[in-house]
């Protein structure tokens, strides 16, 4: 009786510290299957848009890891007149998912979600998610093609049919680190996803 009530302490005790850090990046970027263990709301919003919009977590993981390092108001760097007055941002992109305003507005418009916020979790990983099934409706691109999918994502639609990624070596750089990050996290949950779909009796009692 006494080690129940102890298990019962020891639960109520993470579910406020980790409500206390709710906005805090995960401490193990780098591992998927830590990320969700720490943040089981994220992974219940990951499922959420994986079936709304058919798009494998990984990817979309993989991509907000690359936009924001899971800052949830991460923002571009500051403008500086005359080298040291602040004068605005270089991008009005916001957020987990680094969204634009005007993709974001469209968004809200073709999904109806008027709630919907760019530094909430849920939001701006279905946001992706939506991204993601229209580069594949648009471009043709695979839902799985992390590389491609990143391309789209940042040059936009237009700019990949345009293909003005060629011109930016340092943008296909970075492509390729999402792919190979994508890659590795989809390696990661392969391990990990049946453990993240036990409850939480099962998970606190059988591990």
């Given amino acids: 009786m006494k080690k129940n009530i102890i ?18 990046p995960p401490r193990e970027p780098d591992n998927i299957c830590n990320i969700f263990e720490e943040r089981r709301d994220w992974w ?19 991509i907000m890891y690359q936009e924001s390092s899971f800052k949830h108001n991460a923002a571009p ?6 080298g040291f007055i602040p004068w605005g941002r270089i991008s009005d992109a916001y957020g987990y998912a680094q969204a634009k305003t005007m993709t974001w ?6 999904t ?9 979790f849920d939001d701006a990983i279905d946001f992706i ?33 345009r293909q003005t990624y060629l011109q930016k070596e340092w943008l296909v750089q970075v492509a390729r680190r999402v792919d190979a990050r994508a890659i590795t ?12 779909n036990r409850g939480w009796f099962r998970r606190l009692f059988f591990g």
């Fill in 7 to 24: 298990r019962t302490l020891i639960v109520a005790s993470l579910v406020v510290i980790t409500a206390g850090c709710a906005t805090a």
């Fill in 44 to 62: 219940r919003a990951a499922k959420d848009m994986n079936k709304e919009w058919g798009v494998p977590i990984h990817v979309p993981m993989s």
């Fill in 77 to 82: 760097p500051r403008k500086y007149f005359l």
């Fill in 105 to 110: 507005d469209d968004y809200i418009r073709e």
């Fill in 112 to 120: 109806g979600k008027r709630r919907a916020r760019r530094d909430n």
């Fill in 129 to 161: 998610g939506w991204f993601m099934d229209k580069s594949q409706r648009i471009n043709g691109v695979s839902k799985w093609d992390a590389y491609a999918q990143y391309l789209n994502y940042h040059e936009g639609w237009g700019g990949y049919q």
């Fill in 185 to 196: 996290y989809a390696q990661q949950l392969n391990q990990c996803e049946e453990k993240l």
